[in-house]
């Protein structure tokens, strides 16, 4: 009898270790644990780093398509950068666009919300009307705190890579987002700017003082693709994730054990 028990919990561990490839990449992960890594829009065009935003020189440079970007690291820092165009139904040959750059903390709340704390002093923002700005972009400062109701990851099947999934703070879905480096592709995660008179500069308000302007035009364009995509691993799917399906065998077999010594 023992032995027949034994065997059926054994297969059952086997079985479980052969969906476990599926099951557990498909279940959507809502702790955070799986948060690190750089993820981006559609669009792959958008990524955080040096190449979205040059704090040397205080550039945002402009990719080639519109997009998002966040970057998380293991250690509680992010990095956001998002390149929105928006049309003008007005006149078609006036879109506006900006450009964000953010980077500073986050933390998950026990509840699943998910909370960005950008250093104030970095944020910068890039806002480009060509109609109507003279062909002077506005070059600002930009912080906002970032709030999610919540999130999570789960592998795409249809795509076959990882994707996060956020929802703004009144329950509206961002795009979804695709896991496009691990380890993420990051600036350093410290104040980047210290010496820029941001201490007094306690509000997170959307607005904020204007450090300088200029010409969209002026800010140099790179090819992102080139630079990037070959000192990084892209990553496509993991493997499942073996210790989850161990821990899972072992719960059974433990749980069997008990079941045959108790009875
Ligand atoms: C979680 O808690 C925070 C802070 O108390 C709150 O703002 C947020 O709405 C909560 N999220 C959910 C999903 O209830």
Redesign the pocket.
């Known amino acids: 009898m023992f032995a027949v028990i034994w065997v059926t919990c054994l297969l059952q561990c086997l079985l479980m270790n052969s969906i476990g490839v599926v099951a557990d990449d498909s279940v959507p992960d809502y702790s955070g644990d799986t948060l690190h890594g750089t993820w981006s829009s559609k669009s792959n065009q958008v990524f955080t780093g040096p190449g979205f935003y040059d704090p040397v020189d205080e550039l945002l440079i402009e990719p080639s398509l519109p997009g998002i970007s966040i970057s998380f690291t293991e250690d509680g820092f992010y990095e956001e950068a998002w390149y929105r165009v928006a049309g003008n139904a007005k006149d078609p040959r006036c879109p506006t666009a900006v450009l964000i750059f953010q980077h500073g903390k986050y933390e998950v709340?026990?509840?699943?919300?998910l909370?960005l704390y950008p250093f104030e002093v970095d944020g910068r923002q890039l806002l480009s009307d060509p109609c109507n700005d003279g062909g002077v972009s506005a070059y600002t400062r930009y912080s906002q705190v970032g709030?999610y109701?919540?999130f999570y990851t789960v592998l795409d099947d249809y795509h076959g890579v990882f994707k996060l999934q956020l929802f703004e703070?009144d329950g509206t879905p961002l795009q979804p987002l695709y896991l496009a480096y691990r380890p993420p592709i990051m600036l350093p995660t410290i104040t980047l700017n210290p010496t820029a008179s941001g201490s007094e500069d306690s509000s997170s308000d959307e607005t904020s003082s204007a450090v300088a302007k200029r010409s969209l035009r002026s800010l140099v364009k790179r090819n992102l693709e080139n630079r990037y995509k070959t000192n990084a691993v892209k990553k496509q799917r993991s493997i499942f994730n073996s210790s989850t399906v161990w821990y899972a065998c072992m719960t059974v077999i433990c749980i069997c054990s008990a079941a045959f010594i108790f009875s």
């Open positions: 709340l026990t509840n699943g919300t909370k709030t109701l919540s703070f």
